[in-house]
């Protein structure tokens, strides 16, 4: 009987982690990010918002949003949607010539998700992290609206102002 060979389709294979991507970020840049980021939420309370912070709390939240454990993602659903409801409102009032300001309730909103954030900064593997920044890219190249999904800020925000 002849033998027949057996071709076998290999997967395509993922690119083993690093040491360096199993281990959480280094302390210094953990500490730099968190006070780049707590700065940012500063300015708009010291009254020198402007969209370019406003940008760059949402990109924190957003990346806090595709940092967060499975585990979770339920439980934290709310704080998400109102965080970026926060900032939504924020940039009405800024439309409407308010400037960029936000009440304190908003202000505790974003404090929660920037210690969230900090704490996720702290603990996580670093490709948690490239992983995330990746999400993040691919979500600023697409047409959709938030990655947060369903339940996000919408048109009605304009009346909580």
């Known amino acids: 009987m002849a ?6 389709v290999s ?3 993922r690119k083993p982690l690093t040491k360096d ?9 953990v500490r730099a990010l968190s006070l780049e980021n707590h700065l940012f939420l500063a300015a708009i309370r010291g009254g020198h918002g402007s969209m ?3 940008m760059n709390l949402l990109r924190v939240l957003y990346l806090s949003w595709f940092m967060r454990d499975a585990a979770d ?8 949607r109102e965080a970026e409801a926060v900032l939504a409102r ?3 009032r800024a439309h409407q010539h308010q400037g960029w300001t936000l009440p304190e309730e908003d202000h505790r909103v974003l404090e929660h998700i920037l210690a969230l954030h900090d704490q996720q900064l702290a603990s996580m593997p670093s490709h948690r992290y ?5 999400r993040l890219q691919r979500f600023l190249r697409s047409d ?8 996000g800020p919408d048109e009605d925000e304009e009346q909580k102002c």
């Open 130 to 134: 490239i992983v995330a920044w990746e």
């Open 21 to 29: 991507m199993l281990l959480p970020l280094p302390v210094a840049r």
């Open 3 to 8: 033998r027949t060979s057996r071709r076998t």
């Open 52 to 54: 370019e912070v406003a």
């Open 11 to 13: 997967k395509p294979t």
């Open 73 to 80: 993602a339920e439980r934290d659903l709310d704080v998400f």
């Open 144 to 151: 959709d609206w938030s990655p947060i999904g369903p339940g």
């Open 90 to 92: 924020g940039r009405i």
